[in-house]
Every structure is written in structure tokens, then in C-alpha cells.
Nanobody
């Protein structure tokens, strides 16, 4: 599986941004998908995850109510809609895939290259 993340950029606090992740491979519906982020000097953390069917999602407490993860299995795409961005959301965001029918938040197998989101105050 190859993953290509895009959509990062420089925004101001309170702005919105949508990240996209394009996946290759024939069995996209076998994969749980997730977005992780890593801020400078911090460990990588899971932001949101979505089940293969899209029927269940997970959000880190820090982004609940502001971020929405979604997927389009026909297009092999995953999205992260981010609203009311805060300076503490500044990080490199990575999409990730795991061959799993559940909703894992750790031990993802395949990773995209990352896209930088910078939120100015």
C-alpha cells in the first residue's frame, strides 16, 4: 500500500483545512485508516481513525468536535477536515493504513510521507 498525503499549509488560528490521503492497492476496504501527527520535539500521536466501512471513528480528546475523519472507498481516499485550528495543532500530519477490520489506534503498517500544518496565532 502506498499513501500520499496532501493539503497541509500555513493557516491562522480559527481557520479550517482539509487534508487528503490517496491510497494505492486493490484492497482498500480491508484497511483501517488513521491520521497521526508529530509536533516538533514531541512523540507521534494518533489524531483520528476510521473503520474500513466508515461506520466507526475515533478521535483524540484534543481534536474532538473540531476534526472529522472520513473516507471514500470508491476513490481510495481518506480525509481529515480540521476546523477551528489552534497553534497547538501545528505538526506534520501522516496518514496510515492497517489491514484490520476493527478500529485500531496503534501499530499501523503503512505510512504516507506527511504533510505539514502550521497554525499561527
Amino acid at each position: 500500500v502506498q499513501l500520499q498525503a496532501s493539503g497541509g499549509g500555513l493557516v491562522q488560528a480559527g481557520d479550517s483545512l482539509r487534508l487528503s490521503c490517496a491510497a494505492s492497492g486493490r484492497r482498500f476496504t480491508n484497511y483501517a485508516m488513521a491520521w497521526f501527527r508529530q509536533a516538533p520535539g514531541k512523540e507521534r500521536e494518533v489524531v483520528a481513525a476510521i473503520k474500513w466501512s466508515g461506520s466507526e471513528t475515533y478521535y483524540a480528546d484534543s481534536v474532538k468536535g473540531r476534526f472529522t475523519i472520513s473516507r471514500d472507498n470508491a476513490k481510495k481516499m481518506v480525509y481529515l477536515q480540521m476546523r477551528n485550528l489552534k497553534p497547538e495543532d501545528t505538526a506534520v500530519y501522516y496518514c496510515a493504513a492497517k489491514n484490520d477490520y476493527d478500529l485500531p489506534t496503534v501499530l499501523y503498517t503503512w505510512w504516507g510521507q506527511g504533510t505539514l500544518v502550521t497554525v499561527s496565532s
